[in-house]
């Protein structure tokens, strides 16, 4: 039944939402941003209350003459001011409504997401408190039946026994004392629905609580219209000689008022109790979700890990984790948090047909904000902020030198146009190629050398740029090359001793961070294990072994995997890792850099962890999630693999 029930909601807020969509735009529909609108429209009913509450007089023969007064002589601004207290109120009641009912149809009230759940229905309850308390005020015959009714309505429980209406039997009971009292309740509870606010949005990674400029500006048009067309009015004063007999009812706070006479106070009292116990108890209540393994999440190019909580989105655990992942409306109806799962499986959530078409489904593409992981995962999205607010540009660079240093290496150096790169050691850049594909290469220079930029290119047989490089690129020829890119980087705020892996052309970040290691002053121990087949692959072995000398902190390490005869070999053979483990047979209070193909930190990595390594020191410009994301204890919340 609950299943149904939610079923048959999600296709109607689709509906509505989709309607909108045709409307106002997929980025400004108001259904996305129904918490924001709220949050909006509590500062303008605070707002407007303080105003009004200048002009008000808390005197029991004071109070309705001083409404009167504010909504008549000063209609321009007082009046229109009380119309607008008024219409937000309301508003902000169907705003909170709807945003409560939509997470109760998506089923997003589980699990994690109880403690926003139950402040969001304190402060729902918060609100119609302080709404019904309002509507006391102004001392008319609506304020004295809501007053009233009230009174009778909580004599009922025991705790009042009949004390409270005896103050309204007749006009003398009623004193300035009421007044000052209810004036304080009604400043009191918007404040603390403030404060509660505050703390409900906390909990919720990325919340917004501020809709768009245009939502905003719409809202308030919106209210200054109806103000206008139809300003809040008072009617004839209260006179508790005489019961009222007809009065304007607000539907949107005052709906349980007529039951309370239609049935009985405690009928009333029956229906709201059973509903708030209920919807409190909705988390908890079957069908409950299975509990499941905590699964973990790698984002590139961030190369950063992080756990993802059984039911949680895609989107809820990147940002949980402060990664700054591009989204909107979070209700799978933008399409900003479009990404590709590259590995694992994903359960996609209800959303807008033209957020994500059947065809980018059948690319790998999912919205972050409405797909939940069924497995480890990884995927990838464009950032919209660059590591160290380092934005990438594409920028236009001339090859100023060539240089083979092996037979499948090629020391490429560029000259950019305009000002140069400023990028972090480890990063990377993309070649743009005529038809907007992209390969990429690691800045082999360090950020303090960057009149120019050094790539070290490997030839990849039947490689489309590769080979371009190696059989018709010439100096003076111009690249298009966008960066800075990637989060593969040297952390510098660590003591620990350093390990640097580099397999091949892995040397590239290795010789940035180690370059600018040393020129920062670096007095950290670091090690460098380069591993090659053979001789003629260590294409630049002076260049480690002068820093060695150099820097007493330094030592390197060459490792050939299949010497040929002819090389003469006499130093370490075998696997680079292998060499590692031998010298590290305990890696714990280490830090490692691995730079070099998937396979080999595929290899290196279970077996380091095997060793000591903390999942937190080991960094990787290359890694597959899948089979060797470690599981740690109940109380592990990320591995870092080059993320920040």
């Not at 924001?36 to 407007?48: E, K, T």
């Not at 309740?185 to 919720?204: D, E, F, S």
């Not at 594409?394 to 990028?423: C, N």
Request: aromatic residues 12%; glycine residues 8%; neutral net charge.
């Amino acid at each position: 039944m609950l299943k149904l029930v939610q079923r048959t909601g999600q296709r109607a807020f689709l509906a509505a939402e989709g309607l909108f969509n045709r409307v106002f735009g997929n980025e400004l529909n108001p259904f996305y941003y129904l918490g924001a609108i709220a949050y909006f429209l509590m500062w303008v009913v605070v707002g407007s209350g303080l105003y009004l509450y200048i002009f008000f007089k808390t005197g029991v023969n004071e109070a309705y003459d001083s409404v009167e007064a504010l909504t008549h002589e000063q209609w321009w601004l007082g009046g229109i001011m009380r119309s607008f207290h008024r219409y937000a109120s309301d508003a902000m009641v169907l705003a909170m409504g709807l945003h409560l009912v939509r997470h109760f149809v998506f089923d997003h009230y589980r699990s994690f997401r109880w403690f926003s759940w139950a402040t969001g229905l304190i402060l729902l309850w918060l609100t119609y408190v302080a709404g019904i308390n309002g509507y006391m005020l102004p001392w008319d015959m609506t304020a004295q039946f809501v007053t009233v009714a009230t009174a009778e309505w909580l004599d009922w429980l025991p705790a009042f026994n009949g004390a409270l209406v005896r103050n309204f039997i007749t006009p003398d009971a009623v004193s300035d004392r009421l007044f000052s009292l209810l004036s304080f309740l009604h400043i009191g509870l918007p404040l603390g629905v403030l404060a509660l606010l505050w703390v409900h949005t906390q909990r919720v990674p990325g919340a917004k609580t501020h809709p768009p400029r245009p939502i905003w500006i719409g809202v308030t048009a919106g209210l200054l219209v109806l103000s206008l067309v139809k300003p809040a009015l008072s009617g004839p004063p209260a006179n508790l000689a005489a019961a009222p007999t007809t009065i304007p009812l607000d539907w949107f706070y005052l709906p349980v008022y007529p039951l309370i006479y239609e049935w009985s106070p405690g009928a009333a009292w029956g229906l709201v109790v059973a509903l708030g116990l209920l919807c409190a108890a909705l988390p908890w209540l079957p069908p409950k979700r299975a509990a499941k393994e905590d699964l973990h999440l790698l984002v590139r190019p961030d190369n950063h890990i992080v756990p993802v909580r059984p039911g949680e989105s895609i989107l809820e655990a990147v940002l949980r984790e402060r990664i700054a992942f591009p989204y909107e409306c979070r209700n799978g109806g933008c399409g900003k948090c479009k990404c590709k799962v590259v590995y694992g499986d994903v359960e996609q959530g209800p959303h807008q047909e033209d957020a994500l078409s059947d065809a980018e489904r059948a690319q790998g593409m999912v919205l972050a904000c409405s797909a939940t992981p069924r497995s480890d995962l990884e995927l990838e999205y464009v950032p919209v902020a660059p590591l160290g607010n380092l934005a990438p540009r594409e920028h236009h660079a001339k090859v100023t030198a060539m240089r083979k240093a092996s037979a499948d290496v090629m020391i490429v150096r560029l000259k950019v146009a305009g000002e140069p790169i400023r990028f972090y050691a480890g990063q990377y850049v993309n070649v743009i190629l005529d038809d907007g594909q992209r390969r990429s290469f690691s800045f082999a220079t360090a950020p303090h050398d960057h009149a120019e930029v050094e790539l070290q290119i490997r030839l990849i047989p039947g490689g489309r740029f590769t080979t371009h490089v190696f059989e018709k690129m010439k100096v003076g020829d111009t690249l298009r090359i966008e960066g800075p890119l990637g989060s593969f980087f040297l952390r510098e705020d660590s003591k620990k001793p350093i390990v640097f892996v580099a397999g091949a052309t892995g040397f590239a970040p290795v010789k940035s961070m180690v370059e600018h290691a040393l020129h920062v002053g670096m007095k950290r121990r670091m090690y460098l294990y380069w591993g090659v087949r053979s001789l003629s692959d260590l294409y630049m072995p002076n260049l480690p072994a002068q820093w060695a000398a150099e820097h007493p902190h330094f030592t390197f390490v060459p490792v050939l995997s299949e010497p040929k005869p002819e090389d003469h070999w006499a130093g370490r053979t075998g696997l680079v890792h292998e060499a590692i483990l031998h010298d590290f047979p305990d890696l714990a209070g280490h830090q490692i850099y691995a730079c070099g193909s998937v396979k080999m930190i595929e290899a290196a990595h279970p077996a380091f962890t095997a060793h000591g390594m903390q999942q937190d020191d080991c960094f990787s410009d290359a890694f597959r999630l899948a089979p060797h994301v470690a599981r740690r204890d109940e109380g592990a919340d990320m591995v870092k693999l080059g993320g920040s």
